[in-house]
């Protein structure tokens, strides 16, 4: 079984912003459910609580930025963009300020439905000028995001995994890199965040099926390694699969099919993720299959591309982890 | 920088260097230049605490939006001296005041009078709402209720720097429509950011006319108060109670001014376009005339020569 790390956010955070003293930990009323309360309490002189005001926290954040402080912004990650967009633009992503977005719950692991999923804010953080994009895929990204989100030279949104997290890499998070994961030569499946874990449950039943695959795991969301990612297209017979706890629209498969249709590769794309639709609220495995982003569609979209039955079955795939909605690994029940 | 004028004469200074430029241009942000020369000429004649301009007195032109590659990128504090940590910082919230503003960096000596030429050319720096680069701003506020909170983040940095420099806010009162307004002065009163003022244009315009008319607000001294700031009224065109409200004692709270102003002091004729003052523009050659003669004499200066 996958090692399972508890809150890994809480002890890196501080570990990290104790070490750097212009670093300020900021949160929106979200302290326990955004693994900063231990900070808060050890640290009360290093945090600011700023309450249920996140437009005036962007612009208050801004203006630390201005007199050198580097805040890190702790919320859910669907509130550091829908509510104070406006805000996020002038008063961080314009002048470039060094505020660090910390976005918790992305996409559908938070089963607090439509208001508290934040399912487009790739797209929307992708077409900001001056933004940088991180996700975390495991507990040793979570672990990493902090360092790796204070070494970026201007504003940076990090999707930030919370609770109880599996242990899948040993190596920190490398800023613009892309970890390969796998080096097949039949089909390119591409994922970031908690489509990785679903992705190499589906790899190893794929492998035992005779489908090569390379997996390729962004951290880095942008700036995007285009150049990179040509070279594995190339490497690959059949064709690219990408799956995102996102739409389908402006995140990880708009950058596949970008990188594809700038350069002219002649190959086939499949995106898998959130089609035009809203989610709403549920347990993780539930969201995950209904809305087709486990490791059961990634195979049946590898099926499609193959134009092939491959006989995988349910059985094949690795027991899908459920996560309990109450657990004391979280604050609350989202 | 040694006070060449008068805080009454630079106050005049800016209402003639607006008033020229929009009877040349058919138009201008006529209304704000009225309401707010004398808080614009007291805060940089007198109140703030400014090192030397650190920009050439003729402004750059465009030089680039920031970017991880535009490196000599800088924004157009400059006017207002270097960031020391003993000098206090400006911002002007409402970026359409602009106009206004730039008249008053050439009264006190900060720009060159060239730099009221390039308002609004294309290329130029001096930009009709103002930008980061224009003269004299530090952020964008163009988009209205930012400055505020912006100015309490400063604020907060500079006092947790051990910085002695005090935070300025110029705002106008249109912005207090702003729910954002009301979460920056709830934040200043919860961290007891004192270290942070404000002085508020309440001309009572808006872009649709009169406030009254579009979104009423209130009791604005008292809602300051009650959203936990130190809040003074006073008469805006009375430099000395501006003096005086400075002097307030605020500990643990922001200050803010509350300042009542008429929207054609000093330009009367403009009554005669009440409510509609947000931007003026000339509704035929003929008014034009008529404000030129009218308004010149008021301010003391001959007519405006210009092209109909």
């Not at chain 2, 004028?5 to 942000?29: C, D, M, P, Q």
């Amino acid at each position: 079984m996958v090692e399972m790390v508890t809150r890994p956010y809480a002890g890196a955070f501080e570990k990290y912003a104790v070490a750097h003293p212009d670093v300020l930990c900021l949160s929106a009323d979200l302290t326990s459910s955004c693994e900063i309360d231990g900070f808060r309490d050890r640290h009360p002189d290093r945090f600011l609580s700023l309450g249920m005001a996140e437009q005036n926290m962007m612009s208050f954040a801004g203006g630390l930025g201005l007199a050198g402080f580097r805040p890190f912004v702790h919320t859910f990650g669907v509130f550091l963009y829908r509510r104070p967009y406006d805000q996020l633009i002038a008063s961080v992503a314009y002048p470039r300020r060094k505020v660090r977005l910390m976005g918790f719950l992305p996409g559908v692991t938070t089963p607090g439905g439509m208001t508290h999923q934040a399912i487009e804010d790739i797209s929307v953080m992708r077409s900001i000028p001056n933004m940088t994009i991180l996700e975390t895929g495991d507990a040793t990204e979570v672990e990493s995001i902090c360092e790796a989100a204070d070494s970026i030279d201007g504003p940076v949104y990090c999707r930030v995994l919370r609770g109880s997290v599996p242990r899948l890499f040993d190596t920190p998070i490398e800023v613009g890199a892309i970890r390969e994961l796998s080096r097949g030569v039949d089909v390119l499946i591409v994922t970031a965040g908690i489509a990785t874990e679903e992705a190499m449950r589906a790899r190893e039943a794929l492998a035992r099926a005779g489908v090569s695959i390379r997996h390729l795991h962004l951290h880095t969301l942008k700036p995007f390694d285009a150049n990179a990612l040509l070279d594995h297209l190339a490497a690959v017979r059949h064709g690219v699969v990408t799956l995102e706890n996102h739409v389908t629209e402006g995140g990880i498969g708009s950058m596949v099919a970008e990188t594809i249709a700038d350069h002219g590769v002649a190959k086939k794309l499949i995106r898998l993720g959130l089609k035009d639709t809203y989610a709403h609220g549920g347990s993780r495995p539930y969201l995950m299959r209904y809305y087709g982003l486990d490791a059961g569609a990634l195979v049946a979209a590898v099926e499609r591309l193959l134009d092939e039955k491959l006989g995988v079955s349910e059985a094949d795939l690795a027991a899908v982890r459920i996560d309990a909605v109450h657990s004391a690994a979280k604050a609350e029940a989202l | 920088m040694i006070n060449a004028k008068t805080t009454e004469e630079v106050a005049l200074g800016i209402r003639r260097r607006v008033f020229e430029h929009s009877i040349r241009n058919n138009g201008g942000y006529l209304s704000q230049a009225c309401s707010a020369a004398d808080q614009l000429a007291w805060l940089y004649n007198e109140e703030l605490r400014l090192g030397e301009p650190t920009l050439p007195m003729i402004p750059k032109s465009f030089a680039g939006v920031p970017s991880a590659t535009n490196r000599d990128y800088h924004t157009g504090a400059g006017y207002n001296g270097p960031p020391e940590p003993q000098c206090d910082r400006l911002i002007i919230a409402p970026a359409h005041y602009a106009l206004a503003a730039y008249a008053t960096l050439i009264e006190v000596g900060r720009m060159a009078a060239e730099g009221l030429e390039m308002f609004n050319r294309d290329g130029s720096s001096v930009e009709m709402i103002g930008a980061e680069h224009s003269p004299g701003m530090e952020v964008h506020n163009g988009t209205l209720g930012i400055g505020l909170s912006t100015g309490a983040g400063l604020a907060w940095g500079r006092r947790r720097r051990g910085e002695p420099g005090r935070v300025w806010v110029f705002m106008s009162d249109g912005e207090i429509q702003e729910g954002q307004t009301w979460e920056a002065v709830q934040t200043a009163a919860y961290h007891g950011i004192d270290n942070l003022y404000a002085i508020v244009d309440v001309n009572g315009q808006q872009c649709d006319g009169a406030m009254s008319t579009v979104m009423g607000v209130g009791d604005i001294k008292a809602k300051f108060e009650v959203f936990g700031a130190c809040a003074v009224e006073i008469d805006g065109h009375d430099v000395e109670a501006m003096r005086q409200a400075a002097k307030t004692s605020h500990p643990g709270k922001p200050l803010i001014i509350v300042a009542h102003t008429s929207p054609y002091r000093g330009m009367s004729p403009l009554k005669s376009r009440f409510p509609r003052l947000h931007y003026v523009r000339f509704k035929s050659e003929r008014e034009r005339a008529q404000m030129n003669s009218a308004i010149a004499a008021e301010l003391g200066v001959a007519p405006i020569e210009y092209t109909p």
